[in-house]
């Protein structure tokens, strides 16, 4: 295949250490077949039968797997700056919801928004995050809230992913937030349920996801939501525990839950019922940054209990309006105490974990030649540096 190509002297973090950590190689060589790859080791192993393959030197620049950012809304209409300065000016991001802001005034922007801007537009984020090296990216419906808008925006997610070199994983996320002039019960099971129907007919949905909170969805209503998603065979993660503990991230890990997503408020024995489900922490730094929250994720627990953490942007126009994976790996080390190999690994193995994909996140044989190369020594440097984007190459499926 004319993709195939030995990449050699690099410095390789291939994550997949199964003790944790990099998984550094020094001086190591990468051989790509048909889009994978087919072996990776220090230079001087190389195989007898990769020796006659194309070759191009990294010049001893570091290699890690392509980054995924795993929890996006990239998918949107408008912007909700005028929110911004009102949160500035002392108005909290509830008092804001109940005002009529908040997610609801994006909803009324993207049912506003044609598919074709709505395309445009998202088609930029997805360029921003291809250029810090991204090559998964999840994107969220939940700012339709009605059947037409739903399916509008995952439609929209999938064209991205087309006209793209990267892979989109769609969630449907219907149950993000109550319209206007609705009762949430009401609203479940006369839009929810049917537009995830609808969006799972289509082939639209990847996963199912929920927003379960004060402002939003209680845990009968997702509980709900996630039947109806297990009837159809798609798994589900839950935004939980974000601004309070409602119980979400138990009803989470009952589901068997892909990830729980925020977990600012989870408590150890929601820790406990996430390594039992082997349901992955979605970290998302930039909302606990942009609504200046201060209770932390329960990090320790997540770590003595051995709950995988991943790392996501949360790019959406209200909580996290944040177009940078490698800005959430800074906010998360310094935020909120991950180390700088724990948050690669976060944008990295566990980011795919979260995703359920089995084929990239790490730099293994046979897995996908998904690689980012970077203009840094260390790999530390990633998280380390605030708005520096130190990418040199992104290899997709083995093209450079
Ligand atoms: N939690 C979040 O952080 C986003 N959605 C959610 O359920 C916020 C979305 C928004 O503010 O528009
Ligand atoms: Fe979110």
Same mark, same amino acid.
């Given at each position: 295949?004319?993709?195939?190509?030995?990449?050699?002297?690099?410095?390789?973090?291939?994550?997949?250490?199964?003790?944790?950590?990099?998984?550094?190689?020094?001086?190591?060589?990468?051989?790509?077949?048909?889009?994978?790859?087919?072996?990776?080791?220090?230079?001087?192993?190389?195989?007898?039968?990769?020796?006659?393959?194309?070759?191009?030197?990294?010049?001893?620049?570091?290699?890690?797997?392509?980054?995924?950012?795993?929890?996006?809304?990239?998918?949107?209409?408008?912007?909700?700056?005028?929110?911004?300065?009102?949160?500035?000016?002392?108005?909290?991001?509830?008092?804001?919801?109940?005002?009529?802001?908040?997610?609801?005034?994006?909803?009324?922007?993207?049912?506003?928004?044609?598919?074709?801007?709505?395309?445009?537009?998202?088609?930029?984020?997805?360029? %921003?995050?291809?250029?810090?090296?991204?090559?998964?990216?999840?994107?969220?419906?939940?700012?339709?809230?009605?059947?037409?808008?739903?399916?509008?925006?995952?439609?929209?997610?999938?064209?991205?992913?087309?006209?793209?070199?990267?892979?989109?994983?769609?969630?449907?996320?219907?149950?993000?937030?109550?319209?206007?002039?609705?009762?949430?019960?009401?609203?479940?099971?006369?839009?929810?349920?049917?537009?995830?129907?609808?969006?799972?007919?289509?082939?639209?949905?990847? %996963?199912?996801?929920?927003?379960?909170?004060?402002?939003?969805?209680?845990?009968?209503?997702?509980?709900?939501?996630?039947?109806?998603?297990?009837?159809?065979?798609?798994?589900?993660?839950?935004?939980?525990?974000?601004?309070?503990?409602?119980?979400?991230?138990?009803?989470?890990?009952?589901?068997?839950?892909?990830?729980?997503?925020?977990?600012?408020?989870?408590?150890?024995?929601?820790?406990?019922?996430?390594?039992?489900?082997?349901?992955?922490?979605?970290?998302?730094?930039?909302?606990?940054?942009?609504?200046?929250?201060?209770?932390?994720?329960?990090?320790?627990?997540?770590?003595?209990?051995?709950?995988?953490?991943?790392?996501?942007?949360?790019?959406?126009?209200?909580?996290?309006?944040?177009?940078?994976?490698?800005?959430?790996?800074?906010?998360?080390?310094?935020?909120?105490?991950?180390?700088?190999?724990?948050?690669?690994?976060?944008?990295?193995?566990?980011?795919?974990?979260?995703?359920?994909?089995?084929?990239?996140?790490?730099?293994?044989?046979?897995?996908?030649?998904?690689?980012?190369?970077?203009?840094?020594?260390?790999?530390?440097?990633?998280?380390?540096?605030?708005?520096?984007?130190?990418?040199?190459?992104?290899?997709?499926?083995?093209?450079?």
């Amino acid at each position: 295949m004319p993709g195939d190509q030995l990449f050699i002297n690099a410095r390789i973090a291939t994550m997949a250490d199964a003790a944790g950590g990099y998984g550094l190689i020094e001086g190591g060589a990468i051989a790509v077949r048909d889009g994978a790859v087919e072996w990776v080791g220090p230079g001087v192993d190389l195989p007898e039968a990769c020796h006659e393959m194309p070759r191009r030197s990294l010049e001893g620049r570091l290699v890690t797997p392509a980054l995924i950012d795993c929890h996006t809304h990239l998918v949107h209409g408008g912007h909700r700056a005028r929110e911004f300065e009102m949160r500035l000016e002392g108005a909290s991001y509830e008092e804001v919801a109940r005002a009529g802001g908040g997610i609801v005034s994006t909803v009324g922007a993207t049912r506003d928004t044609d598919e074709e801007q709505l395309y445009a537009q998202a088609l930029r984020r997805v360029d %921003a995050l291809i250029a810090e090296g991204v090559a998964v990216i999840e994107v969220k419906s939940g700012y339709g809230l009605d059947i037409e808008t739903e399916l509008k925006m995952l439609r929209v997610a999938r064209r991205l992913g087309e006209a793209r070199p990267v892979r989109i994983v769609t969630t449907f996320l219907g149950a993000h937030a109550v319209p206007k002039g609705m009762e949430a019960d009401a609203y479940i099971d006369e839009v929810c349920l049917p537009a995830l129907e609808a969006a799972h007919a289509e082939g639209l949905a990847d %996963a199912v996801d929920g927003f379960c909170e004060g402002i939003a969805f209680d845990t009968g209503q997702i509980a709900r939501v996630f039947d109806r998603a297990r009837a159809l065979g798609l798994p589900v993660k839950l935004h939980a525990e974000q601004l309070s503990n409602i119980g979400g991230t138990k009803l989470a890990a009952s589901y068997g839950a892909l990830s729980v997503d925020h977990v600012e408020y989870a408590d150890e024995a929601d820790a406990a019922a996430m390594a039992e489900a082997g349901s992955v922490a979605v970290l998302l730094p930039g909302a606990f940054y942009t609504l200046h929250e201060t209770r932390k994720p329960p990090v320790d627990a997540f770590r003595a209990r051995g709950v995988p953490m991943a790392v996501a942007t949360d790019w959406n126009p209200g909580s996290s309006p944040m177009g940078s994976l490698l800005l959430a790996m800074n906010m998360a080390c310094t935020l909120f105490g991950l180390t700088p190999s724990e948050a690669l690994a976060g944008t990295t193995r566990n980011a795919a974990r979260a995703l359920g994909l089995g084929d990239c996140g790490v730099i293994a044989r046979g897995k996908r030649a998904d690689l980012a190369v970077w203009d840094v020594e260390d790999p530390a440097e990633l998280s380390y540096r605030i708005g520096v984007n130190p990418l040199h190459a992104r290899i997709y499926g083995g093209v450079l």
